[in-house]
């Protein structure tokens, strides 16, 4: 079975700290995506990254796929309270089967 | 904008009850997908749909089924609530794309008493 592990869980900083998320797997992943959701609602993506090594940025927040395509992380430069949520990663299996395969998620809390 | 809806935000039910939560998506994906969502397990997957009348077992399908008669419809079925069901339901849909990205309802919210 493929998992993601992702971490930490928890997370409460004061606003303009900076944080990482880690999403670690053994497995390869042809592809991986960040979401977050919000209290009450769906996951929403924000991301995904298909080559290894591959950086994108989004404003503040900044994603990295490993270079073997088995881990990520999510960087957040400057957190802001607008950026409290659950955010979860997930991995699509080399097969492509349609399936993602979801890490448990970071809370993270973004204190004024 | 892309939409998906589930029929419900938050649902009551009694144990032992048949239980329907229904989803319908207007982007024309081919994937549909329930997932469970408990605190600390993250997002597991109940059963996906590949097409019209296709299903296939997630990673717990134990006490549910499914059902997929249009395109734009799947149902999660619970056969006989039980309290250990008592979790937030997600439907997702996604098209068959080289790379799967999931576009999700906002949620059900089910308690089982």
């Known amino acids: 079975t493929q998992l993601l592990e992702q971490s930490p869980q928890f997370l409460s900083i004061q606003e303009g700290e900076n944080l990482t998320v880690y999403c670690n797997s053994s497995?390869?992943?042809?592809?991986l995506q960040w979401y977050r959701q919000e209290p009450g609602e769906g996951p929403v993506l924000l991301v995904t990254?298909?080559?290894?090594?591959e950086v994108k940025k989004l404003k503040r927040l900044t994603f990295q796929f490993g270079d073997a395509r088995k881990d990520s992380s999510l960087h957040i430069t400057a957190a802001q309270p607008g950026d409290t949520g659950l955010y979860l990663c997930?991995?699509?299996?080399?097969?492509?089967?349609?399936?993602?395969?979801f890490g448990q998620g970071t809370t993270l809390q973004v204190k004024p | 904008d892309v939409k998906v809806t589930q029929s419900s935000r938050y649902l009551v039910k009694r144990t032992g009850e048949k239980v329907f939560l229904e989803c319908v998506q207007d982007?024309?994906?081919?994937?549909m997908f329930w997932y469970r969502q408990d605190p600390g397990l993250g997002l597991r997957l109940i059963y996906f749909?590949?097409?019209?009348?296709?299903?296939e077992k997630g990673d717990i399908p134990e006490g549910y089924s499914v059902s997929r008669e249009k395109k734009e419809r799947f149902s999660l079925i619970l056969e006989s609530a039980s309290t250990n069901q008592t979790s937030m339901y997600l439907c997702?849909?996604?098209?068959?794309?080289?790379?799967?990205?999931?576009?999700f309802g906002q949620g059900t919210r089910l308690t089982v008493v």
């Open positions: 990254v298909v080559t290894g090594g």
């Open positions: 749909s590949y097409d019209v009348k296709m299903k």
């Open positions: 497995s390869v992943f042809s592809s």
């Open positions: 982007m024309d994906h081919e994937n």
């Open positions: 997930a991995g699509d299996p080399s097969s492509n089967t349609g399936k993602l395969i």
């Open positions: 997702a849909s996604s098209p068959q794309a080289e790379y799967t990205e999931a576009f």
